[in-house]
């Protein structure tokens, strides 16, 4: 498996309920990132969380970052039809920013409405 | 502040002919990424520029991909005699120094024929 997979790669939620997503890698991280991508469309950066956190929020979203497992929850709550995307995960492993990421297969969220 | 600017959005070219794709970071900001991702696949990063530099290019392939960010203009990512295997999306991100937030444009849709 290579580093970042997200589960499931697919899923499909009504429309209000809570969608969750996960995502693994392999080595030792700096930091975490959550991008989401509309379809035919670039990235949005979503929420950043960094190796010495372990919970962050950001309106609707909830990140949680479990190092010793190497893995990583994005929670949507209160799902909405503009929430159909895929979701990315995209690890970072320097403590000076500025390199590549390393990105997961994606989750494809699909809202019900 | 306008995004990252990248042109053309459509690009299609027939077997062995050239693509330059380019790409405008956001205004402040010195540090430019290529990915690349294949249909229903995450992204894989390319090379990462600074002006006049290369930083890192350990995702490009050996050759005819090339890529420049001059000091004057937008990056170029050249990709010289396409096959049918180079068809994908194309993208590039931007970063100001010392920050892990990439800031993605809305990418070029490499098609070969």
């Known amino acids: 498996s290579q580093q970042g997979e997200e589960d499931p790669q697919a899923l499909s939620i009504q429309e209000g309920e809570n969608a969750t997503m996960n995502c693994s890698y392999k080595t030792s991280i700096n930091n975490l990132q959550w991008y989401r991508q509309n379809s035919g469309r670039g990235l949005v950066h979503l929420i950043l969380i960094r190796s010495n956190e372990r919970e962050k929020h950001s309106g609707r979203l909830r990140v949680t970052l479990d190092t010793s497992k190497k893995s990583s929850s994005l929670l949507i709550t209160a799902s909405r039809a503009a929430d159909t995307a895929s979701y990315f995960c995209a690890t970072a492993v320097s403590n000076f920013g500025n390199e590549k990421l390393t990105f997961g297969t994606g989750t494809r969220l699909t809202i019900i409405p | 502040n306008a995004g990252v600017m990248q042109n053309p959005r459509h690009l299609v070219r027939r077997r062995g002919q050239e693509a330059r794709l380019r790409c405008s970071p956001m205004k402040g900001h010195s540090h430019v990424y290529w990915y690349r991702q294949l249909p229903e696949e995450g992204l894989k990063f390319m090379v990462y520029l600074q002006k006049e530099n290369i930083i890192d290019e350990s995702g490009m392939p050996k050759e005819r991909f090339s890529a420049e960010f001059p000091k004057e203009g937008p990056s170029i990512l050249r990709i010289q005699q396409v096959v049918r295997g180079d068809s994908a999306a194309y993208f590039c991100?931007?970063?100001?120094?010392?920050?892990?937030?990439?800031?993605f444009g809305p990418g070029t849709r490499l098609t070969v024929l």
């Open positions: 991100a931007s970063s100001p120094p010392m920050r892990d937030t990439q800031y």
